[in-house]
């Protein structure tokens, strides 16, 4: 596959992209770390229980980043700069409200949100502690999501990962500071990503501002294109609910199979969400690429990009599938796997390598539709799929790990039909601004 001048720009935008993905999970990595060496079993397992809980809001809030690039890139595609900074602005205000939302609504609920995990009364404690503090990075933290929206949607990565980078580290340092050093114990580890988060967006913020000043953006929240930026949010946050309600059926599904699959299972789910960064980062110069071109009117470049991008998600996967299998018998020593968990994985890394070539077609073709500006089609499409896989589900948890695997092979399949269809047709290729 010869590299050309369109190849080049999808790796300007997907390489970096790759990179700040890769560096977001890496936040909490750092706090077991520093939590388990200072603090002990049971502060790891409070932070597995408040860590989850954020996870689960930074999944449903993605859509701050998503939604962002989308507007930003076709205002910018059609010249219209100033509408494309206002885009900006307005989803940085709409990310602001939800974190202040987030606060008042979580905070009182923080310890009957724990209790749903049923941790014991220590850790629940714990949590609770973590939780609370953690909830006064709400803001920052999706001020970061919304901000690299912002910037992906002018075709810029490279500052993202370039402040994704710098939080984690100040993120660990600050981690080891407060829990090793001042011994503030799991609130210092909490303390140290709020500090963190909040610097990051506070680059954000300055970036932005000073971008919207330049174009002479006012700086304050415009009503219409924030309630606008919310109506696109709420499609795209019904497609992530769908996605999540999968997983979660899946892990449920796998708990009721035993410990060993369970375990097996949970190993599985982090080389498949590994690959899965990279295969995302094809999706989000899907998603800055699409939106420039649809809103420059330029259907034709929309078309060929698309259909180069679909080939570079099909090629990564499958190159991801082999290197699955290259390294399946290494895997489980790495993860320290006994005999029963090592059987049970070595046999479902076989679904989850095959799967990948479809999973980067699904994930160029999502990305490219939510940089059209698609979003009640994904939502209903999520829907649909969705209860699709259910009865699946359902039925292959009867026969084991593999089975299950496959029902998620299934629906992934089911996806890529919904999306293919889609974007074989005409009806996402609206252009202008």
């Not at 599938?321 to 790495?334: M, S």
Request: proline share 4%; charged share 10%.
């Amino acid at each position: 596959m010869p590299i050309t001048s369109r190849d080049r720009e999808i790796l300007r935008l997907a390489v970096p992209a790759f990179g700040a993905l890769v560096a977001e999970p890496l936040f909490l990595l750092a706090d077991y770390a520093i939590v388990g060496h200072g603090l002990g079993t049971t502060a790891v397992g409070a932070l597995g229980v408040a860590g989850t809980v954020l996870a689960t809001v930074v999944n449903l809030c993605v859509f701050l980043a998503y939604g962002t690039t989308a507007s930003v890139a076709r205002q910018s595609g059609a010249g219209n700069h100033e509408r494309a900074m206002r885009s900006g602005v307005d989803g940085i205000w709409l990310a602001l409200a939800i974190g202040a939302a987030l606060i008042v609504v979580c905070w009182p609920l923080s310890p009957w949100i724990v209790g749903l995990f049923g941790a014991s009364p220590e850790q629940a404690e714990q949590a609770v502690t973590y939780l609370r503090i953690s909830l006064l990075g709400a803001p920052g933290m999706l001020v970061v999501l919304a901000g690299t929206g912002v910037l992906r949607g002018l075709q810029d990565t490279v500052t993202p990962l370039a402040v994704a980078v710098g939080s984690f580290a100040l993120n660990a340092g600050l981690n080891a500071w407060f829990v090793l050093g001042l011994h503030w114990g799991i609130a210092g580890s909490a303390w140290g990503t709020v500090l963190a988060q909040t610097l990051g967006a506070a680059v954000y913020l300055a970036v932005v501002a000073r971008g919207a000043l330049r174009l002479g953006t006012p700086l304050t929240p415009g009503l219409a294109g924030v309630r606008q930026a919310g109506t696109a949010g709420f499609a795209l946050l019904i497609r992530t609910a769908c996605l999540r309600v999968v997983l979660v059926v899946a892990t449920v599904a796998a708990a009721r199979l035993g410990q060993a699959p369970l375990a097996a299972y949970a190993i599985a789910t982090q080389v498949w969400t590994l690959l899965a960064f990279a295969l995302d980062a094809i999706a989000i110069a899907g998603q800055a690429i699409t939106g420039r071109t649809l809103g420059a009117g330029d259907v034709a470049a929309t078309r060929a990009a698309t259909r180069r991008m679909v080939q570079w998600g099909l090629w990564s996967g499958l190159a991801l599938g082999v290197l699955v299998v290259a390294a399946r018998p290494l895997l489980p020593g790495l993860f320290d796997a006994d005999p029963q968990v090592t059987e049970q994985l070595l046999a479902v890394l076989w679904p989850v390598a095959l799967f990948q070539p479809i999973c980067g077609v699904v994930f160029v073709l999502d990305g490219v539709l939510i940089g059209a500006g698609d979003q009640r089609y994904l939502a209903w499409a999520g829907v649909w799929t969705t209860l699709a896989y259910l009865p699946c589900a359902f039925l292959a948890s009867g026969f084991g790990i593999v089975a299950l695997w496959c029902a998620l092979g299934a629906w992934m399949i089911a996806r890529s039909i919904t999306l293919v269809r889609r974007v074989i047709g005409t009806a996402w290729l609206v252009t202008g601004a």
